[in-house]
């Protein structure tokens, strides 16, 4: 399996060296052939040759069986005709990353926000929406007619939903709850909503054996702070979904924790939930197990695409119970969390405790 690197701005190095640290030492235990192709983007190769994101590095992730992607500092970079491509958006875009897969779970030893403990995923559409870089053939979906008024474009259609729909409930069907919760604002966004609805409900008949309900957008975020384990797959558009998963991740213990993969058809991106953090870049302080648990979701969507590939499966669980006993334990957390160990250490005494 080859995978394309790019650790991205602010603390993306640190926990992308760190989350590397893991994949090598997984590879060997699992015997998983990964190779490693690494590519400076964002902030750095902005500097270097004027693109956050040049055309050879796009291509070589189009080439690879992965992407590991660390965070970008998306709002430091200049306008997109002066080089600052957003690169978390354009690889969505270039690569069809329709399917966003946000888990949210309580871990044992560290304590959750909200009133009922949590183990559920979010599945968010993520090429439309109101997401203005990615609605639009021709120009962005917003615009403004006169200097005092500003429209946006929310674009919604039948295939993005019905696509992100049969993700949902093909995962579902992985999970030992089976249900599916779709969430919108039917009753203010009459047309968008109502597209989206009858998608989701048309794929909800294919699979009798998932059980089915659906949610306002505004009474699902209170409700994952009241009653979360009520939830066990949410299917959503794409803000409504971003929205949430930060939400639930912080609700579970830490948005640090919270592990994200991006995939379409072809194409599968690890990414960290959480941002870049540049107040603390380069000192050692980062908490990468969002990112490590993310690559261990590329490595699972990995086993998943063909027979003969339980040993990626395997590194995928192992990573994440690994994961459980260093959160658990405070004398092995990072600071964010309470705990004593700065990034390198962290991964070294992640690398310490993974075993097959």
Known sequence: M????LPGDGIGPEITAATMQVLRRADALFSLGLAFEEHEIGLARLARE???????VIEAARAADGIVLGPVDSYAYPPRDKGG??????????????ANIRPSRSRPGLPHYGRTPMDLVIV?????????????????????PTPDLALSVRKISAEGSSRIARAAFELAMRRPRRKVTAVHKHNVLKVTEGLFLREVRKVAEQF????????LVDSMAA?????????????????????LSDEASELSGSLGLAGSINHSDTHGMAQAQHGSAPDIAGQDKANP????????MLLDWHARRAEGRENFARAAAAIEQVADELIADPGRRTADLGGRLGTRAFAEAFCGALTA
């Open 223 to 243: 409700l994952l702070v009241r009653d979360a384990q009520r939830y066990d797959v949410v299917v959503t558009t794409n803000m409504y979904g971003d929205i």
């Open 124 to 144: 968010r559409e993520n090429t439309e929406g109101f997401y203005a870089d990615r609605n639009m053939h021709l120009g962005i979906g917003e615009f403004m």
């Open 85 to 98: 491509i957003n690169v978390s958006g354009e690889m969505r875009i270039r690569f069809d990353l329709y």
């Open 208 to 215: 009798p054996d998932v059980a089915y309900d659906e949610q």
């Open 289 to 296: 197990v969002s990112l490590i648990l993310s690559a261990a």
């Open 2 to 5: 080859r995978l394309v690197v």
């Open 50 to 56: 004027g693109s956050t994101l040049p055309e050879q």
